[in-house]
């Protein structure tokens, strides 16, 4: 046997890579260079060696700085770029190699040229927005001054809204040219005109009238066109207003009012010539800033273009520089031999790779994310992925069995599947990026839901006769509503699966129940048997003996004991179509292991057996428990016995390269703290070999529940609603059954489903081998890097 067991060929995937720690020496002048083949090989995971030290306190400090600082120029040109809606029209362009000390340089003058233009920009939209409002201002408000003229309103000249031609010419600012005080008539009736957002121009007039108490006559018109917000780039819709009052007091608080709500006022003289001679300077102004305008955005969209060719190309420059510093600042500075040395992990068959930095390897499967989501294995732990590859879907499909419902699955696998190399380039939402980081593992749900809704008979909850005809036929009427017996075998077995003739008749629930919760044991007690035995390869393969002795061996005596047993049972109650009680075989197997089992009885000398293996039970408990705890103290006893006293000569540095010395773990051992763990380990295992049988039920519980749901939804929705004959009726049926068998039976369920097979394997599975407190791998690669390190 064990020279079997020794020829076995290794499994690659069963226990994670041989690594060993490497030290590194890389001379000073050449050490950036080298860093870079190492990240280009990415086989080399850096250890840390200046933990003890900040980031700014490391020797590369300044370079990571400088990268940092490069990077956000980089983001705020790319934020430009996208902006201006230039990112599809951008094509990257070869470009010869660039020094990061002129790129570094040319980044600057690229954001101090783009600031300028973007400030430039900002002030002349400011002025075009202004004179564009001016404009709307002179034609909406001139209208109402017409309309009021007609009813002697304006007969007074307004004497702060009138200026001349020369004055609004070469006034500066619009709003101040506005704000200057003029002659007033203190007993006429004055106005102030202006432009708002149309969203307060409700919340204006109200505060207006209220400031005022209604002395005021407020009239508004929606504006013609939209303005540009020259900071967000968004059209705003704006509402002319006119404001007639009469005093001063009213006029200074209408101004606040019109500052605190961001209105901005014009002015607007009664007489209509000088109002068009404005209106034609007005546009003449703004036809000039249009054109400069226009101008500008080409030169700007010229210049971001240009830099836009470079730009992928600079930022993974960038942060492949950064990732190197980075790197770098890890290493201990040897200032007397000028040299940096660096401790890392790599693999036993990389060492010459790295020397010689030729090639790169990575490694990805979505069974290995569901086991590393529970934890990372430990070094050369062995490995559940291998098996939960199958062993993850199969249990999914037990509970999901319906080959219709299996086949929709199927349907958006293979979608996935087929756009694989579109959507693996694109940016997909959380969901969506889980779902299709899975895929494989949903083809494989998919197929042994197909597999296991054919073993059930069940298309969305319909059995057909696939296999050929029933092995029954009902003696009444009708089976459901048979007084008697309702099914009588008279042909042999189905041939594949459950016989179609049990859905519908009496004892279909009790049969099903039955099957269903019996096959669950055997595949908790199978799947359980799996996790023990792969602890006796974990054991074997790290030399501990202790481990086979007085844990392996006494944890499949007492599993097997009991629930191997009613495996047992119940396969020859199979066989046999014997009418045992079960429940009461276990029951009375310790009450009473003694008593004659009567009827109950499936085997000759099924009683002795019993007593025979309550007994082995009983015993694996203390041989789990105490021996291992004495063994290991008296082996750490014999070990150190007479070593009390290091050798002489030893330094203590010597003490710190010898990791097994005398004086380093004489007083590790603590007897009491191992004898509990064992004792925890013990207790948890003899619990959980009945739990974690009776949590393995729940892939009874599961596929019943999915199986009733499936045919309430058929029987309460789709048949009810075809028997009425009305087409309003039966789509509307058809659309309740749709939407319930895609949201409940694929979504709700399927996911249900998914979480159960996920405890069943974290829980019940690997608690048996698997501890899972390792650390991925996590070599230093520049293939690694990702733009949220930038």
Same mark, same amino acid.
């Given at each position: 046997?064990?020279?079997?067991?020794?020829?076995?060929?290794?499994?690659?995937?069963?226990?994670?890579?041989?690594?060993?720690?490497?030290?590194?020496?890389?001379?000073?002048?050449?050490?950036?260079?080298?860093?870079?083949?190492?990240?280009?090989?990415? &086989?080399?995971?850096?250890?840390?060696?200046?933990? *003890?030290?900040?980031?700014?306190?490391?020797?590369?400090?300044?370079?990571?700085?400088?990268?940092?600082?490069?990077?956000? +120029?980089?983001?705020?040109?790319? *934020?430009?770029?996208?902006?201006?809606?230039?990112?599809?029209?951008?094509?990257?362009?070869?470009?010869?190699?660039?020094?990061? %000390?002129?790129?570094?340089?040319?980044?600057?003058?690229?954001?101090?040229?783009?600031?300028?233009?973007?400030?430039?920009?900002?002030?002349?939209?400011?002025?075009? /927005?202004?004179?564009?409002?001016?404009?709307?201002?002179?034609?909406?408000?001139?209208?109402?001054?017409?309309? =009021?003229?007609?009813?002697?309103?304006?007969?007074?000249?307004?004497?702060?809204?009138?200026?001349?031609?020369?004055? $609004?010419?070469?006034?500066?600012?619009?709003?101040?040219?506005?704000?200057?005080?003029?002659?007033? *008539?203190?007993?006429?009736?004055?106005?102030? =005109?202006?432009?708002?957002?149309?969203?307060?121009?409700?919340?204006?007039?109200?505060?207006?009238?209220?400031?005022?108490?209604?002395?005021?006559?407020?009239?508004?018109?929606?504006?013609?066109?939209?303005?540009?917000?020259?900071?967000?780039?968004?059209?705003?819709?704006?509402?002319?207003?006119?404001?007639?009052?009469?005093?001063?007091?009213?006029?200074?608080?209408?101004?606040?009012?019109?500052?605190?709500?961001?209105?901005?006022?014009?002015?607007?003289?009664?007489? #209509?010539?000088?109002?068009?001679?404005?209106?034609?300077?007005?546009?003449?102004?703004?036809?000039?800033?249009?054109?400069?305008?226009?101008?500008?955005?080409?030169?700007?969209?010229?210049?971001?273009?240009?830099?836009?060719?470079?730009?992928?190309?600079?930022?993974?420059?960038?942060?492949?520089?950064?990732?190197?510093?980075?790197?770098?600042?890890?290493?201990?500075?040897?200032?007397?031999? +000028?040299?940096?040395?660096?401790?890392?992990?790599?693999?036993?068959?990389?060492?010459?790779?790295?020397?010689?930095?030729?090639?790169?390897?990575?490694?990805?499967?979505?069974?290995?994310?569901?086991?590393?989501? $529970?934890?990372?294995?430990?070094?050369? %732990?062995?490995?559940?992925?291998?098996?939960?590859?199958?062993?993850?879907?199969?249990?999914?499909?037990?509970?999901?069995?319906?080959?219709?419902?299996?086949?929709?699955?199927?349907?958006?696998?293979?979608?996935?599947?087929?756009?694989?190399?579109k959507l693996s380039t694109q940016k997909l939402g959380s969901f969506m990026e889980m779902l299709f980081g899975g895929r494989y593992v949903l083809l494989?749900?998919?197929?042994?839901?197909?597999?296991?809704?054919?073993?059930?008979?069940?298309?969305?909850?319909?059995?057909?006769?696939?296999?050929?005809?029933?092995?029954? +036929?009902?003696? *009444?009427?009708?089976?459901?509503?048979?007084?008697?017996?309702?099914?009588?075998?008279?042909?042999?077995?189905?041939?594949?699966?459950?016989?179609?003739?049990?859905?519908?008749?009496?004892?279909?629930?009790?049969? @099903?129940?039955?099957?269903?919760?019996?096959?669950?044991?055997?595949?908790?007690?199978?799947?359980?048997?799996?996790?023990?035995?792969?602890?006796?390869? /974990?054991?074997?393969?790290?030399?501990?003996? @202790?481990?086979?002795?007085?844990?392996?061996?006494?944890?499949?005596?007492?599993?097997?004991? !009991?629930?191997? $047993?009613?495996? &047992?049972?119940?396969?020859?109650?199979?066989?046999?179509?014997?009418?045992?009680? @079960? $429940?009461?075989?276990? #029951?009375?197997?310790?009450?009473?292991?003694?008593?004659? !089992?009567?009827?109950?009885?499936?085997?000759?000398?099924?009683?002795?057996?019993?007593?025979?293996?309550?007994?082995?039970?009983?015993?694996?408990?203390?041989?789990? !428990?105490?021996?291992?705890?004495?063994?290991?103290?008296?082996?750490?006893?014999?070990?150190?016995?007479?070593?009390?006293?290091?050798?002489?000569?030893?330094? %203590?540095?010597?003490?710190?390269?010898?990791?097994?010395?005398?004086?380093?773990?004489?007083?590790?051992?603590?007897?009491?703290?191992?004898?509990?763990?064992?004792?925890?380990?013990?207790?948890?295992?003899?619990?959980?070999?009945?739990? /974690?049988?009776?949590?393995?039920?729940?892939?009874?519980?599961?596929?019943?529940?999915?199986? %009733?749901?499936?045919?309430?939804?058929?029987? +309460?929705?789709?048949?009810?609603?075809?028997?009425?004959?009305?087409?309003? #009726?039966?789509?509307?049926?058809?659309?309740?059954?749709?939407?319930?068998?895609?949201?409940?039976?694929?979504?709700?369920?399927?996911?249900?489903?998914?979480?159960?097979? &996920?405890?069943?394997?974290?829980?019940?599975?690997?608690?048996?081998?698997?501890?899972?407190?390792?650390?991925?791998?996590?070599?230093?690669?520049?293939a690694s890097l990702t733009e949220d390190e930038d």
């Open positions: 046997m064990e020279k079997f067991i020794e020829n076995l060929p290794p499994m690659d995937l069963m226990r994670s890579e041989k690594m060993t720690l490497v030290q590194l020496i890389i001379p000073a002048e050449s050490s950036h260079r080298a860093v870079s083949y190492l990240g280009e090989l990415g &086989l080399l995971q850096f250890r840390d060696l200046n933990a *003890d030290k900040s980031p700014f306190q490391r020797t590369f400090a300044n370079q990571v700085k400088r990268c940092a600082e490069m990077s956000r +120029k980089l983001r705020f040109i790319k *934020d430009q770029i996208s902006k201006a809606n230039l990112l599809s029209s951008v094509r990257p362009v070869m470009q010869p190699d660039i020094e990061l %000390e002129e790129l570094e340089i040319q980044l600057a003058e690229h954001e101090h040229e783009l600031i300028e233009m973007n400030s430039n920009s900002e002030k002349l939209r400011q002025s075009y /927005n202004e004179l564009l409002e001016f404009k709307i201002v002179l034609q909406k408000a001139g209208e109402f001054l017409v309309s =009021s003229g007609s009813h002697a309103v304006s007969e007074r000249e307004l004497d702060e809204n009138v200026y001349s031609n020369n004055d $609004y010419v070469e006034a500066s600012s619009l709003i101040e040219q506005e704000m200057r005080p003029g002659r007033s *008539d203190q007993s006429g009736l004055r106005f102030i =005109s202006g432009i708002i957002c149309k969203s307060k121009a409700l919340r204006f007039e109200r505060m207006l009238f209220r400031a005022t108490r209604g002395n005021m006559l407020f009239n508004h018109a929606p504006a013609d066109e939209d303005i540009v917000d020259p900071v967000s780039r968004e059209m705003v819709e704006k509402t002319v207003f006119v404001v007639f009052f009469s005093g001063e007091q009213a006029r200074t608080k209408i101004l606040k009012i019109c500052e605190a709500f961001g209105a901005n006022c014009y002015p607007v003289p009664e007489d #209509i010539t000088k109002q068009r001679q404005i209106t034609r300077e007005v546009s003449l102004r703004l036809a000039d800033l249009e054109t400069t305008l226009d101008a500008g955005i080409r030169h700007r969209n010229k210049a971001l273009t240009s830099i836009g060719m470079h730009l992928v190309k600079w930022m993974n420059m960038v942060r492949r520089e950064k990732a190197v510093y980075d790197t770098l600042n890890m290493l201990n500075f040897d200032v007397t031999k +000028k040299c940096l040395v660096g401790e890392g992990w790599c693999p036993i068959f990389a060492k010459s790779q790295i020397q010689a930095a030729l090639q790169r390897a990575t490694f990805d499967s979505s069974s290995q994310e569901i086991v590393d989501a $529970y934890g990372v294995a430990g070094y050369q %732990e062995a490995n559940p992925a291998v098996y939960t590859v199958i062993t993850f879907p199969f249990l999914f499909a037990v509970m999901f069995g319906d080959w219709g419902h299996g086949i929709c699955l199927l349907l958006g696998a293979l979608v996935l599947l087929a756009r694989e190399s494989l749900m998919s197929l042994f839901s197909i597999y296991c809704g054919l073993i059930y008979n069940e298309f969305f909850s319909v059995p057909y006769h696939i296999f050929g005809g029933s092995a029954y +036929k009902c003696r *009444d009427t009708t089976c459901k509503d048979a007084y008697t017996v309702g099914l009588v075998k008279y042909q042999d077995a189905y041939p594949f699966g459950v016989d179609p003739s049990w859905r519908g008749s009496r004892s279909e629930l009790p049969f @099903l129940n039955s099957l269903k919760m019996k096959m669950s044991i055997l595949l908790g007690v199978v799947q359980m048997n799996l996790g023990i035995i792969l602890s006796y390869f /974990n054991a074997r393969f790290f030399s501990s003996s @202790l481990d086979i002795r007085y844990q392996f061996v006494p944890q499949v005596i007492f599993l097997n004991s !009991l629930f191997g $047993y009613l495996s &047992l049972l119940i396969i020859i109650k199979w066989c046999t179509g014997s009418q045992a009680d @079960l $429940y009461h075989v276990m #029951i009375y197997m310790f009450l009473s292991p003694t008593d004659n !089992l009567g009827e109950n009885q499936l085997f000759w000398g099924q009683r002795p057996l019993q007593i025979i293996l309550l007994l082995l039970a009983l015993i694996a408990v203390p041989w789990m !428990l105490f021996p291992k705890p004495f063994i290991l103290k008296r082996l750490h006893t014999e070990r150190f016995q007479g070593r009390a006293y290091g050798i002489l000569g030893t330094s %203590e540095m010597d003490l710190d390269v010898e990791p097994d010395s005398a004086r380093q773990h004489h007083e590790e051992f603590n007897f009491s703290e191992v004898f509990v763990h064992q004792m925890i380990h013990s207790i948890e295992f003899v619990l959980g070999a009945v739990s /974690n049988t009776a949590s393995y039920l729940r892939l009874w519980a599961l596929s019943l529940a999915h199986s %009733e749901l499936s045919t309430v939804f058929y029987e +309460k929705v789709l048949l009810l609603a075809w028997g009425y004959d009305n087409i309003v #009726i039966r789509l509307v049926g058809l659309a309740v059954f749709a939407f319930a068998t895609a949201f409940i039976l694929l979504m709700m369920e399927t996911l249900s489903a998914f979480l159960h097979a &996920l405890r069943l394997h974290w829980v019940e599975f690997q608690n048996k081998f698997y501890h899972g407190d390792g650390y991925k791998f996590r070599p230093f690669s520049f």
